[in-house]
């Protein structure tokens, strides 16, 4: 009788150990199903609306604020250099070609409407444009001109 109850309660604690013990070691895997993207058709696309800068952004523009590591100088000290007569301007025409008079310096650029950068002497300035500002970037500086023209 005690062999039956040995054999009984070691009958037991195996089934346990297969119900509570071995599903915790068994790993589950399903097969992964590819379903392909479904394709919308080119009328129900939702297209994005891409501006082009290149009506918006010809024309005339000021320095009203230049930064850099070691200089900052605001709308109010440039209007002073402008107020004696001192060019500070950045001219964008239509097809794409950029001048910069800064104080008796003038230098050519190209502009990338497209690609929002000027171009000169094979390096590119990037800049961005939103409401008839310009700020224009080159390494550690910056340069904000408003739209005049």
Known sequence: MKRLLLLSVLLLALLAALVLIIPRFISHTEEL???????????????????????????????????????????????????????????????????????????????????????ADGHPYPFFFQDGSLTVWDSGSRAVFVKII
């Open 33 to 119: 199903v590819f379903e392909p993207p479904v394709e919308v058709p080119a009328a129900e696309e939702e297209a994005l609306p891409v501006f082009s800068l290149k009506d918006d952004l010809p024309g005339v523009y000021a320095l009203t604020a230049l930064f850099s590591d070691e200089l900052r100088l605001t709308e109010s000290e440039l209007s002073v250099l402008r107020e004696r007569g001192i060019p500070l301007t950045l001219t964008i025409r239509d097809d794409g070609t950029v001048s910069l008079l800064i104080f008796d310096m003038q230098t050519e650029l190209r502009a990338d409407f497209d690609a929002m950068f000027f171009l």
